[in-house]
C-alpha cells in the first residue's frame, strides 16, 4: 500500500494551496480518508476526513472555512484545498487511510502516507 502525497511547498500567508494524495495496493474507496497534520515539537492532529463516498466530511474546528475535503473514487485520490493560510498552518501534512469506512477522526488509522511540507512564511 503507498499513499503518496504532493503539493507542498512555500506560501505566503493569507495563500493557498490544494494537496493531493494519490492511493494505490488498497481497495480505495472502501476507506474513509483523512488529512492530519505535524507541526515542530507537538504532535500530529486531524484536520480533516472524508467518508468512503465523499459525503460524510469532518473538519478541525480551527481550520473550518479554510480548508475543504475531496476525493475522486475514479481516480484513487484524496484533496485538501486549504485558503487564507497562517504561519500557524506550517507542518507536514500526512494523508491517512482509515480502518472505519465513515470516519477517520478518532479511528484506527490502517495506512499513512510520508506527508508533504507545508511552510507559510512571507
Known amino acids: 500500500v503507498q499513499l503518496v502525497e504532493s503539493g507542498g511547498g512555500l506560501v505566503q500567508p493569507g495563500g493557498s494551496l490544494r494537496l493531493s494524495c494519490v492511493a494505490s495496493?488498497?481497495?480505495?474507496?472502501?476507506?474513509?480518508m483523512g488529512w492530519f497534520r505535524q507541526a515542530p515539537g507537538k504532535e500530529r492532529e486531524f484536520v480533516a476526513g472524508?467518508?468512503?463516498?465523499?459525503?460524510?466530511?469532518k473538519f478541525a474546528d480551527s481550520l473550518k472555512g479554510r480548508v475543504t475535503i475531496s476525493r475522486d473514487n475514479a481516480k484513487n485520490t484524496l484533496y485538501l484545498q486549504m485558503n487564507n493560510l497562517k504561519r500557524e498552518d506550517t507542518a507536514v501534512y500526512y494523508c491517512?487511510?482509515?480502518?472505519?469506512?465513515?470516519?477517520?477522526?478518532?479511528?484506527?488509522?490502517?495506512?499513512w502516507g510520508q506527508g508533504t511540507q507545508v511552510t507559510i512564511s512571507s
Open positions: 491517512a487511510a482509515g480502518s472505519d469506512p465513515y470516519y477517520i477522526q478518532d479511528r484506527p488509522i490502517a495506512f
Open positions: 495496493g488498497l481497495s480505495f474507496s472502501s476507506y474513509s
Open positions: 472524508v467518508g468512503w463516498s465523499g459525503t460524510l466530511k
